[in-house]
């Protein structure tokens, strides 16, 4: 944390690039907050998680920015005074397993260019994974789940948060749209199971 602040003027506000969860959960106050894209990495569900959303023996799978293409994200514009206060829990979040690495990259907003801190896949860490087939994909995201709960949700929190803000990731939107497909099935059969259930027990003869 001390070496990404190395060049960082005590005081100067800060800019921090979100992609995922940040978008939707950033945990932290922020005097402004811009759409933004950065060059050369893409949003991706590749890395594993065996606590967060998944557990060792079933894995769920998270975001990171992976090589190459670009991603819609936002920026937002932190306090330089709070920088001290808050940095230490954001570096907690995003870089206890060091599956990610942190840059300063420029990302392009509608009001001009900013240098953010951007968390970037770390594809040395054991936990990376690369380009699963999608049908494969879909199938770990909807039989992990983990401390923070299903892996479901997380995907559908972040295409909710993406959708809100007026971004479309296409890759994305192509796993959601299986994801609830499949939950409709899924609350469609236990609807159908419920009604059996109904009726044998009220074929039974009373006593």
């Not at 959303?53 to 330089?80: A, H, I, K, M």
């Not at 892996?151 to 909710?160: A, K, S």
Request: glycine letters at 10%; a positive charge; charged letters at 20%.
């Amino acid at each position: 944390m001390q070496a990404a602040l190395k060049d960082w003027p005590p005081g100067q506000d800060v800019w921090i690039y979100g992609y995922g969860s940040l978008i939707w959960r950033p945990e932290f106050d922020y005097l402004e907050r811009r759409l933004a894209t950065l060059r050369g990495h893409h949003r991706a569900l590749c890395l594993w998680s065996r606590v967060n959303r998944g557990t060792p023996e079933c894995p769920g799978l998270v975001f990171g920015l992976d090589r190459g293409g670009s991603c819609r994200g936002v920026v937002y514009r932190v306090d330089g005074n709070q920088v001290p206060g808050f940095f230490p829990a954001l570096w907690n979040r995003e870089m206890s397993t060091g599956a990610y690495l942190p840059r300063w990259l420029n990302c392009n907003t509608p009001e001009g260019d900013v240098k953010a801190l951007v968390f970037v896949m770390n594809r040395a860490n054991p936990a990376y994974v690369s380009a699963l087939p999608e049908e494969e994909l879909v199938a770990v995201v909807r039989r992990a789940s983990g401390r923070y709960g299903p892996c479901t949700d997380y995907i559908m929190e972040t295409v909710h948060a993406l959708r809100g803000s007026g971004i479309r990731d296409a890759r994305l939107e192509n796993v959601a749209a299986r994801l609830e497909g499949a939950m409709q099935e899924d609350a469609a059969a236990r609807a159908q199971a419920g009604m059996a259930t109904r009726a044998a027990t009220a074929s039974v003869p009373a006593k």
